[in-house]
């Protein structure tokens, strides 16, 4: 993992050594120089002194070099969670720098502690990147690294940040964030300033045309993002409209940002009957994805907390399937594709829905495309950690986790697959495999399900292709080990050759309250899980009955 952290920041190196800058800070570039020399060095002494160079701290002259023994250092601090130079105070980490002999942590690879030795090369001309870059991408740390999938962005990272927009600032120190900004402005021009720029001219159309700016309006202004702590209100940012939705602890309501006049959805989370963190921190890091809700704005008053989202109007997906009288397969397949892709995401990213039902997939307006599907309420879901609390991918799991909790993992990725399997069949038949209608009883409907009995014959079933009947096998199948997966389910025939599909609408009888309500009501029992086990006395049980009747009969011996 600090390995992929590594070659990232290496890969900025590498960017700014054709430019000829030095690098300070990899974010702030406020102590950068370009070469200005014909010895290509720099003399400035700048810099936070941890992390620089002996050359910088002599003030002899640096050049590109004095950043590669900055990045030993950030490589050091990331392997070992320590400074390889720190002192008492400025001046004995100075000397350090210059004079202290390195103290090499035994726990480090091999291949690590090579590559921080030749980084930490106190002559420049010897130090490794003296030459380029590529000396050290040559690296044997870096050997399993693919550099052109790094720098077309194919790289996976292992930890994505929670962050709402790039405009965030939500994780800086409030120290900084509460501070009222103050205008620093410039010294007064002089008569002739109008002449600085005389004859000067530069027009960068090659950016205007890729960003393709637009003017700002209402319609493309998006809410000011005051997440965790902004000392605004939401009633004094936002208008409360009717309701949408209301569950066990939570109501979903239409709201209108006052400044923009745009509509939103809120839904307001009571936070005695449920910790919302989880479901806003899922929402922050993977709500940027096209298929998924995205979040605008957090609100915490101490008792509710109020999550702003974009607001949903072409409804439900089940709704948009009833209020057709018929539905294709290459209809079914479209809708399939979409929802089935955003859960594959999701699972990669070591997220779990774990409650994936028709009223948390909808549609974003009334075009009815499949691209405006929204998997929505993440209020069940689940992120995969490790024991110290991280973020753990699939890509980063095997070493850093217990296998019973890669296990649960494996178990909430096929029941997410179960329940869209449910949804397909109900696209497909018109009806619910395990509930005719909506007073069907919660036991009854969790014994159909334990039965694992469903019917893919008669009725409209009988103009259904072949492939589409397996794929439904595959994904509702009773043992979860043996359940398709989303890889599998996007590689099955019926989804890679869609464009066979007959178009064929089959008839539907028009029973779309009764459908609706035998869905709601399989879900409702899922949910609720009416079957609680009944406790009794330890000596009720079989197994005491037969030690005590073994008991007396060895007595009577």
């Not at 290496?10 to 010895?39: C, M, N, P, T, W």
């Not at 103290?103 to 030795?117: D, N, T």
């Amino acid at each position: 993992m600090k390995t992929l952290y590594l070659y990232e920041i290496l890969a900025a190196f590498h960017y700014l050594s054709h430019k000829r800058a030095f690098l300070r800070v990899i974010i702030d570039f406020g102590l950068s120089k370009e070469s200005v020399d014909q010895e290509k060095k720099a003399y400035s002494f700048c810099g936070t002194v941890e992390y620089m160079a002996p050359e910088v701290v002599n003030r002899r002259g640096h050049s590109q070099s004095a950043d590669w023994w900055s990045y030993g250092v950030l490589m050091f601090e990331m392997l070992t969670g320590t400074l390889p130079f720190q002192g008492k105070d400025r001046n004995e980490t100075m000397n350090m720098i210059l004079k202290a002999k390195l103290g090499m942590p035994q726990f480090l690879s091999a291949e690590a502690q090579s590559l921080l030795r030749m980084l930490f090369k106190r002559n420049p001309a010897n130090r490794l990147g003296s030459e380029g870059v590529e000396e050290i991408k040559r690296h044997l740390f870096f050997a399993n690294v693919d550099w052109n999938r790094l720098y077309r962005r194919e790289v996976q990272p292992p930890f994505k940040p929670a962050s709402g927009k790039p405009d965030d600032t939500f994780c800086f120190d409030p120290e900084f964030t509460a501070k009222t900004p103050k205008d620093s402005p410039g010294l007064p021009a002089s008569a002739n300033a109008h002449q600085l720029f005389k004859g000067f001219s530069f027009v960068a159309t090659s950016i205007a045309e890729e960003y393709k700016i637009t003017p700002v309006t209402s319609a493309n202004v998006l809410p000011i993002v005051q997440i965790n702590g902004n000392a605004a209100q939401f009633a004094e940012v936002y208008e409360l409209k009717e309701d949408i939705g209301v569950g066990s602890y939570s109501v979903c309501k239409r709201c209108i940002h006052t400044a923009t006049n745009m509509e939103f959805a809120v839904k307001i989370i009571d936070k005695s009957k449920r910790d919302p963190s989880e479901e806003i921190e899922i929402l922050m890091r993977y709500g940027q994805h096209p298929n998924i809700i995205t979040l605008k704005d957090v609100y915490d008053d101490g008792r509710y907390v109020y999550v702003v989202t974009d607001l949903m109007k072409g409804g439900e997906l089940l709704d948009r399937i009833l209020k057709k009288k018929c539905f294709s397969e290459q209809e079914a397949s479209d809708v399939l594709i979409v929802i089935t892709k955003t859960i594959d995401y999701l699972h990669c990213q070591g997220v779990v829905h774990r409650d994936l039902k028709p009223s948390n997939i909808l549609y974003m307006d009334e075009s009815a495309n499949a691209d405006s599907i929204r998997i929505c309420d993440f209020g069940f879901a689940k992120q995969l950690r490790g024991e110290n609390g991280l973020l753990l991918t699939p890509c980063y799991t095997a070493n850093f986790v217990a296998p019973e909790v890669l296990m649960q993992q494996g178990y909430d990725a096929a029941c997410d697959i179960w329940s869209l399997g449910v949804i397909f069949y109900t696209m497909l038949a018109g009806y619910t495999p395990f509930a005719n209608g909506p007073n069907d009883t919660p036991e009854e409907i969790l014994l159909h399900i334990g039965n694992g009995k469903f019917s893919l014959s008669g009725g409209n079933w009988d103009n259904i292709s072949d492939g589409a009947k397996d794929l439904l096998s595959h994904m509702l199948h009773m043992d979860p080990h043996q359940r398709y997966t989303t890889e599998q389910v996007l590689k099955h025939s019926w989804i890679t050759h869609r464009d066979q599909l007959l178009n064929d609408q089959p008839n539907r009888n028009d029973m779309s309250h009764v459908i609706k309500g035998a869905v709601v009501t399989a879900y409702s029992a899922l949910t609720h899980k009416t079957f609680q086990p009944v406790l009794e006395p330890v000596a009720a049980s079989n197994l005491a009955q037969r030690r005590s009747m073994k008991k007396r009969t060895s007595t009577g011996l």
